[in-house]
């Protein structure tokens, strides 16, 4: 079970993902997951892909919506953490 879940809603988010799992990449901290949720029915895995992003530590979800809202992401991606601590 990792330590953390770090929850990453999103929405429209091309210009920012690959920035935002980066970061994650370089924190000192190694033992998380974080769980990307589309709410605008876009493909995060295979975009983080093309940009030679891969990492078993990333998980996908979705909506199945387009703008739903960041809270309702944010519910899927709860539901879907392994871990207690959620960020």
Known sequence: MPSVSVIIPAYRAEKFIVRTVTSLFAQTLTDWEAIIVSDDKFDYQKFLAKNNI?????????TGKVGSGPSNARNIAQDMAKSNIIA
């Open 54 to 62: 891969t990492d078993k530590r990333l998980r996908f979800g979705n």
